[in-house]
């Protein structure tokens, strides 16, 4: 049997999961959509971030765009300040000052991730663009004006004087290696090819972690990376996105055998005097095909990590954790991650009544993984345009699509032998006190659904993982007032 055709068997019959040695039993909720958050203003604002807490989400993760936040043109202007908040148009941090407060009066946590496109003086090329090689140093300068502002101790003069949330969360840049948010990807050099945007990206890391600390954010939470999964081999060379794999040993320099990459070749990819990268995490945007395929899908080439090849990155982030250029044992967290439906887009989105599913069953891969802090859902709304992500859990008109229901109560049933193992979280649960939830089972013939266990949920986040024996039939969990999409599980 071909891997695609076992893997779509998998999500046919909800039989193929392994249970897992040790999982991650608090594994975060992060939930991703600036449009809404940011675009729309604060009654759509408020809406979502209600919408988002409802769901059980437990932080947001929203970019935060240089170019959108600080003075635009060719030529930095005369007497510009950019570390310091104030010398921004005020205006610009509107709907950033919006999402910090909103998030912080519903309990949410919130990660930001300063990153391109650029105003263009920040560039360093000849020719100025809003994404080729960002000066380093102007990058500091603005991440420091956002850690000012988010201090916890900066004063709003929009708001009377009054003083904004501390920010404590932050990853620098978003999808590095990918040409629409970092240029060039490659350059030739001497007729050798070279991986720019990691180097780019090395020094940009860097120099957002110079500037938190520079505002009062040295001990905060910072993540690595958020780079996409996938890269190509054709194209021009500067927008030719690199494969996460070789982007990572780019960026940490280190041969394809996990050595530290030395002599000609670490030359040129800037690799003397390596500085160690104090970081907490690292974030990773674990898309199937810009989640137009299975979760348990095989990646397509070598260099890819999908949600369905987590050891490729854990293998080369343990082989710079060797190399002593990260810490050991870092965290991993899919900050972006979705499926995209059709209805409404017809190319790449996957049956509507199939992402409920995906979701889940990507979440309990996440579960299995102890590595694995956090998985993402982007977005909360589709939006207009069929070019934009169609992955929200609601249609553009704000109608609920199957997922958003079994967001809330995800169920995903598996097993050998003569046991099911089913992976379950309640996630808005209202407080930390136990929760109980029913698991039912329905016969396959029909009839009625009869509670055959019931689970006290004690987990932080919710999540359990409860063995029964195995039974042919519709299987769903109770709680709260909710019950789960249905699992099937079909017999022998």
């Given amino acids: 049997m071909t891997p695609l055709r076992l893997a779509l068997l998998c999500g046919a019959l909800f039989l193929c999961a392994a249970a897992p040695a040790s999982a991650a039993r608090n594994q975060e909720s992060i939930f991703e959509d600036e449009h809404q958050l940011l675009d729309l203003g604060p009654g759509a604002a408020n809406h979502a971030m209600d919408d988002i ?7 947001v993760r929203s970019l935060v765009l240089w170019s959108r936040i600080a003075p635009r043109g060719s030529h930095r202007p005369r007497g510009f300040k950019a570390a310091d908040p104030r010398s921004y148009p005020p205006a610009a941090w509107d709907p950033y000052d919006d999402l910090v407060r909103g998030t912080s009066v519903r309990g949410l ?3 930001l991730s300063p990153s391109t496109p650029m105003p263009k003086w920040a560039s360093r090329c000849k020719k100025k663009k809003a994404t080729c090689k960002p000066d380093p140093k102007a990058y500091r300068a603005f991440v420091t004006a956002l850690g000012r502002r988010y201090s916890g101790t900066y004063a709003d003069e929009n708001q009377g004087g009054g003083v904004l949330p501390r920010v404590t969360r932050w990853s620098p840049l978003n999808e590095p290696n990918q040409p629409g948010w970092l240029t060039p990807q490659y350059e030739r050099k001497r007729g050798r090819l070279v991986a720019t945007a990691a180097v780019v990206y090395r020094k940009l890391a860097q120099a957002a972690i110079a500037g938190l600390k520079a505002s009062g954010h040295g001990r905060d939470q910072v993540l690595l990376g958020e780079t996409a999964p996938i890269g190509r081999t054709s194209g021009s060379l500067a927008r030719r996105p690199i494969p996460p794999v070789e982007f990572l040993r780019k960026l940490f320099c280190l041969t394809p055998g996990g050595k530290r990459l030395r002599g000609a070749e670490g030359k040129r990819h800037g690799c003397r005097k390596f500085k160690r990268f104090a970081v907490a995490g690292f974030a990773h945007h674990p898309y199937q095909r810009g989640g137009s395929r299975p979760p348990a899908e095989p990646p397509q080439a070598a260099g890819e990590i999908t949600i369905s090849s987590p050891s490729r990155l854990r293998r080369v982030l343990d082989a710079a954790a060797r190399a002593r250029r990260i810490p050991r044992h870092l965290p991993v967290y899919y900050t972006e991650f979705g499926f995209q439906t059709n209805p409404p887009d017809r190319i790449f989105g996957v049956r509507v009544a199939l992402q409920p599913s995906y979701i889940t069953q990507s979440d309990w891969m996440a579960y299995k993984d102890p590595r694995v802090r956090a998985v993402s859902q982007y977005k909360l709304i589709d939006e207009v345009s069929l070019s934009s992500f169609q992955s929200g859990l609601r249609f553009i008109d704000g109608r609920a699509k199957p997922a958003y229901a079994a967001y809330k109560l995800p169920i995903w049933v598996s097993g050998r032998g003569s046991r099911l193992r089913l992976y379950g979280q ?7 006190s136990p929760q109980i939830v029913q698991i039912q089972v329905r016969p396959p013939k029909g009839g009625a659904f009869a509670t055959v266990k019931t689970v006290t ?15 042919a039939g519709v299987w769903r969990l109770a709680w709260g007032g909710l019950v789960s999409r249905e699992a099937t599980v079909a017999p022998r």
């Avoid at 409802?54 to 932080?59: I, Q, V």
């Avoid at 309640?426 to 930390?432: F, G, H, L």
């Avoid at 359990?464 to 024996?469: C, E, G, K, T, Y």
């Fill in 426 to 432: 309640v996630r808005p649960a209202p407080d930390s």
């Fill in 53 to 59: 807490k409802a769901l059980g989400a437990d932080s």
């Fill in 457 to 471: 949920v004690r987990s932080r986040k919710g999540q359990f993982l409860a063995r029964v024996p195995k039974r």
């Fill in 109 to 111: 946590g919130l990660i």
